[in-house]
């Protein structure tokens, strides 16, 4: 499987983004997908996930109410909406995949990563 982020870019606080990610190389609707982040210093850590189908979803406390996860499998893209962004939301965005039902949260349940976007939100 192979995955293309993008989208990301410089923004200001209170402001929004919507990164993508497309992926090739396998039945897009086996997936379940996740999308993570890696701050300068920082280990990688988890923003969203969601199921196969679309529908179930799951969010890191820090970012929820404010990020939306979804994806159109019809386009093998997982979208990753971003608004009231925040400085401490400054960070590398990556998004995963793996096969199997359900939500994974964690770096080493995703078998497949993206080349990362970069997201910095200025005060």
């Known amino acids: 499987v192979q995955l293309q982020a993008s989208g990301g870019g410089l923004v200001q606080a209170g402001g929004s983004l919507r990164l993508s990610c497309v992926a090739s190389?396998?039945?897009?609707?086996?997936?379940?997908m996740g999308w993570f982040r890696q701050a300068p210093g920082k280990e990688r850590e988890f923003v969203a996930a969601?199921?196969?189908?679309?529908?179930?979803?799951y969010y890191a406390d820090s970012v929820k109410g404010r990020f939306t996860i979804s994806r159109d499998n019809a386009k093998n893209t997982v979208y990753l909406q971003m608004n009231s962004l925040k400085p401490e939301d400054t960070a590398v965005y990556y998004c995963?995949?793996?096969?199997?039902?359900?939500?994974?949260?964690?770096?080493?349940?995703?078998?497949?990563w993206g080349q990362g976007t970069q997201v910095t939100v200025s005060s």
């Open positions: 969601i199921s196969w189908s679309g529908g179930s979803t």
């Open positions: 995963a995949a793996r096969g199997g039902l359900g939500l994974f949260i964690g770096v080493a349940d995703y078998d497949y």
């Open positions: 190389g396998r039945t897009f609707s086996s997936l379940a």
